[in-house]
């Protein structure tokens, strides 16, 4: 598939991420690759035996090693971290969706939204009263910001994202297509007869330098604030409920399901389809692995897992029984019946 990335020399790489040179250094390289990859102008990298043997099995032009890598027959580049120096080449290779400066034609502004000079608002992009919108925000196509809402310099809105009353985005923070902040929590009371709603009138704080991903969505608060800290970083397909707290650098993969009013602590990493229960505190520096329900305080730092999450290796030890369960369960009749003639 084409791609809009500008071409290097194998030799230009080489000095851009630091690495030693082994091969030609007038050979074009257009683009980071996946190792195995089938690409003469691509280039990939391999930190392993195993990466190496995809390298080596493909027709890509190029790769970066490690240096205690093994020799290759492919034209390469050692570095001290493989991956870090085809991060780089990723960065490189970066480009953003396309967006007129200024505010287009399109757009429906209200008169009163404050807009910083270098801000950019695409077409069919709606942005009620009382907004600001600082320098060098980009706002995509058909994007709804609500009345009150701050998007701090910096901040990218991608196409159809909608931000409903009273958010606030910290500085350089990006949120992605079709995620919806600050849509009603989920809150109703039985009054005898039928569910009725409960008011939400509260805000959604996002800080800086966070990043959430398409189709994700986080309630406003019922009262106060749903709060994210700065640099967390939020999967596609997440869901934080009203009031939730977020600490700072956490990470939340896909399906990540968060219910009200939980706090969750800084450095926390979320594996996909972990569910949180409302009103849970989880502590600073947990990982908790895929799919683990969380009903009760996880009070202290460590890997946890399961249903109900248990630290790492205890779960690990009940899964490897509840393997052998079938053949413990047929033991046991056979101990019954043989108590049963011994009687």
């Avoid at 500008?6 to 030693?20: C, S």
């Avoid at 971290?81 to 970066?94: D, M």
């Avoid at 692995?289 to 305080?297: A, E, I, K, L, M």
Wanted: net charge negative; proline share 4%; hydrophobic share 40%.
């Amino acid at each position: 598939m084409a791609q809009d990335h500008t071409e290097w020399t194998l030799g230009e790489l080489a000095q851009i991420v630091g690495g030693q040179l082994f091969g030609p250094a007038g050979l074009t390289i257009r683009r980071p690759v996946p190792a195995g990859y089938d690409d003469p102008e691509g280039i990939t990298f391999a930190e392993s035996e195993a990466y190496l043997r995809l390298v080596e099995t493909s027709s890509v032009g190029a790769v970066i090693l490690s240096e205690e890598m093994r020799e290759c027959d492919k034209p390469h580049i050692r570095c001290a971290n493989a991956r870090q120096a085809f991060g780089r080449i990723l960065a490189l290779s970066w480009r953003d969706l396309p967006l007129p400066e200024g505010v287009h034609p399109t757009a429906i502004v209200a008169e009163d939204v404050k807009i910083g000079a270098t801000a950019r608002i695409g077409p069919y992009a709606i942005v009620e009263e009382g907004a600001v919108i600082e320098e060098d925000v980009k706002v995509f196509p058909f994007c709804y910001v609500g009345p009150g809402c701050v998007l701090k310099a910096g901040v990218r809105l991608y196409p159809h994202v909608i931000l409903y009353r009273s958010v606030f985005l910290g500085e350089r923070t990006v949120v992605h297509s079709g995620a919806v902040l600050g849509a009603d929590g989920f809150g109703y009371f039985w009054d005898g007869e039928k569910h009725r709603k409960v008011p939400q009138v509260g805000e959604v704080i996002i800080g800086e330098d966070c990043e959430i991903g398409s189709l994700t969505t986080i309630d406003k608060a019922t009262a106060g604030a749903t709060r994210v800290g700065l640099g967390t970083k939020i999967d596609n397909l997440v869901q934080i409920g009203h009031n939730v707290e977020i600490g700072e650098h956490t990470v939340l993969a896909g399906q990540v399901g968060i219910s009200g009013s939980a706090r969750i602590g800084s450095r926390v990493t979320m594996a996909g389809q972990v569910g949180v229960g409302d009103h849970v505190t989880v502590a600073d520096d947990v990982l908790l692995g895929g799919q683990s329900g969380v009903d009760d305080d996880v009070t202290k730092e460590g890997r946890y897992w399961g249903t109900p999450a248990l630290e790492f290796n205890e779960a690990a030890r009940i899964t490897v029984l509840l393997r052998k369960l079938p053949d413990i369960v047929k033991r046991l009749k056979r101990i019954e019946e043989e108590l049963k003639r011994l009687k």
